[in-house]
Each structure stands twice: as C-alpha cells, then as structure tokens.
C-alpha cells in the first residue's frame, strides 16, 4: 500500500506557476508648501492684545453702565478677580458683571493693587476685587450709575 501512495503522489505534476506582474503605482507629484516661519509671541504681548479685544457681541451692556474692564483672572478659593481698569474706580461704587454665564450686581467692598488694600483706582491700574459669585476670564465688568 505504501507504494501505491508514493507512485500517486509521483504522478502528481508540479502546476507551473504564472508569472504575476506588478504594476507600479506613479507617485503624485506632491505640491508642498513653502516653510513658513513661525511667528513667537511673548506672553505679555497675546495678554495685551487679549485685553484689549473689543467687547463681544454676546454680552449686552447695561445702559447705565461705563466698561471697567475684562475679567483677567478669577481666583476660586479667595474670590477675587483680577482685571486691568479702563475708567476710575472707588471702594462703595456698584459693579456688574456680565459674560456668557455670568451675570451679578455688587458694591465693591474690598480691592487691591499688589496686595496691598485701596480704597480707589485709575485707568491702566491692574487691581483685584473681591466678588460675591463665580466669574470667568473673559467677563466684562461695568460700573453702573
């Protein structure tokens, strides 16, 4: 029985294999871009410039109010928020800040400059002042009338 199954597999004929072309795909011609040279900013300059962003369309402004600034920075553990005046402001005046969820009323009862407590400010004055609920950065704050 073993030879049977060796001449069987001996009358097998090897299948001749086909020859497979390849076809080789032409590369595109990628159109690349000139390097651009990457413009750095410093900090303080995309802060300047940030600060001095017109008001957005969103925020409605109060009639009586006169814009003191935007909303820099907000301090959740003390409750403070920091922003660079636009117009003078004085300890007991009334505030309103507005943003995309924010809108509240307060006097203002404590304000600083560098840590050091004052009772009045001025234009370009970076002060922070102590407020009532939750701000964000990028809130107009107005004073009202």
Do not use: C, W
Not at 81 to 88: D, G, H, Q, S
Not at 135 to 144: F, I
């Amino acid at each position: 029985m073993k030879k049977k199954k060796t001449r069987a597999k001996a009358a097998k004929k090897p299948k001749a294999r086909k020859v497979v072309k390849t076809k080789s795909k032409a590369k595109k011609s990628s159109a690349k871009r000139p390097p651009t040279k990457a413009t750095k900013k410093s900090k303080a300059a995309k802060k300047a410039k940030k600060a001095a962003a017109p008001p957005k369309p969103g925020v409605i402004a109060p009639v009586n109010g006169v814009l003191l600034g935007f909303v820099e920075d907000y301090f959740a553990k003390i409750g403070v928020i920091a922003l660079t005046l636009k117009a003078p402001i004085a300890v007991g005046q009334k505030l309103q800040v507005l943003g995309h969820t924010t809108n509240f009323e307060q006097s203002v009862d404590s304000m600083q400059i560098e840590h050091t407590p004052v009772t009045q400010a001025g234009p370009r004055d970076s002060v922070g002042i102590k407020v009532v609920n939750r701000a964000r950065t990028g809130d107009h704050v107005y004073l009202l009338k």
